[in-house]
DNA sequence: GTCTATAGCTGGATAGAC
DNA sequence: GTCTATCCAGCTATAGAC
């Protein structure tokens, strides 16, 4: 309990980061201001500058660090049966941080070259991994880019509309979304 | 060839509304100005209120216009195999208009409320559709639900990457999602 | 039917007091 | 470390000439 007064410098950053990923996720990128994000954070519009160069790189770092993390949750995951393993991580990963979750997959379309580049390169990372999975399952490496990119589609869209309430739990959401990605991929490789 | 000159507004509409339609799924909405689509479209910023009343109806228009026909093409189908009709139809009318597919699919949040509610109706129309045939072929009310978010969201992210240059053709591309879809859905009812 | 001109706002970002 | 105050660029939308 010490320092209950003076730096609160990190708490606010935090707010700061976590205020705007919502907003962001919420209403889009574009059409939200600094001084929305400030008045949500409870301090004015300049202090902002104080944690962030400008409006992109905030957006920017928030791609990033999902990005980052989510590869490194899922480096650091038992790959014993890889296909099961990437999903239930990419899932568990995502709702528990839905709002840059969405951001990672919706809003980047906004950023401009430099930072798109380093972004694109993190997330054609991630998406190499999911294919070289399928190519070890028999598939061609045709099929695995299409289906790739339609496994990443559909669990990008699950932090936009599943909420834990009433329905399947997000574990029980889990295990049927591995059932499905199975029946996607036709042919396990171990005959 | 009559009226070289003259009235060319039916052009006008047309062209302002395709390139609309273009900026906005490329850029996103809120980062498209009036004077951006004015200047693509040949015309000044003025001249775009003849053609809509705001930009917000623009966007609400190309969305709504978008899902219709949509609508309309997929109860002009042949269905005697519902599902793989369904995809090819979806498929086939999206690579047909891939930026308001994006916009129907990626910038319809950027509406606001009674404009919204409106769009929403008809995409839940249409994903009602999909899940009327998901539960003819005996999945329980609960899959139903979560198998076709899944598959509207792997259909909906093809316009934004496929283009039919050097690999697939359109044609071979939906039946690999018609092929890849009835192995999500496990258990056809005719037995 | 298209233009010019502009009103009225809101945005990102900065400077300097405290 | 946060605030106040402000600059100025850019936006939507309108009014009225041609």
Same mark, same amino acid.
């Given at each position: &309990?010490? @320092?209950?007064?003076? %730096? ?6 935090? @707010?700061?980061?976590? *205020? ?29 500058? @104080? ?27 038992? $790959? ?6 990437? *999903? ?13 979750? *969405? ?10 070259? #430099? ?34 990119? %339609?496994?990443?589609? &559909?669990?990008? $869209? ?10 399947? %739990?997000? $574990?029980?959401?889990?295990? @049927?979304?591995? #059932? ?12």
């Amino acid at each position: &309990m010490a @320092r209950t007064r003076g %730096s609160f410098a990190e708490d606010t950053k935090g @707010r700061i980061f976590n *205020v705007a990923a919502a907003l962001f996720a919420g209403r889009g990128f574009a059409a939200v201001s600094m001084r929305d994000i400030a008045a949500e954070a409870g301090v004015r519009a300049g202090t902002l500058y @104080r944690y962030t160069p400008d409006k992109n790189t905030l957006l920017c770092d928030l791609g990033t660090g999902h990005l980052r993390a989510l590869i490194a949750a899922w480096e650091a995951c038992d $790959q014993t049966d890889p296909l099961a393993a990437f *999903v239930r991580n990419h899932l568990s990963f995502s709702l528990a941080r839905p709002d840059t979750a *969405v951001i990672a997959s919706r809003e980047l379309h906004c950023l401009s070259d #430099d930072q798109a580049r380093a972004v694109f390169a993190l997330r054609t990372d991630y998406e190499t991994t999911l294919g070289r999975i399928l190519l070890t399952r028999g598939l061609s490496p045709e099929e695995a880019v299409f289906t790739t990119r %339609s496994i990443l589609a &559909m669990l990008s $869209q699950v932090p936009i509309w599943f909420r834990a309430r009433g329905g399947l %739990s997000a $574990q029980e959401l889990a295990m @049927r979304y591995v #059932d499905m990605t199975r029946r996607m991929v036709p042919l396990p490789a171990t005959a």
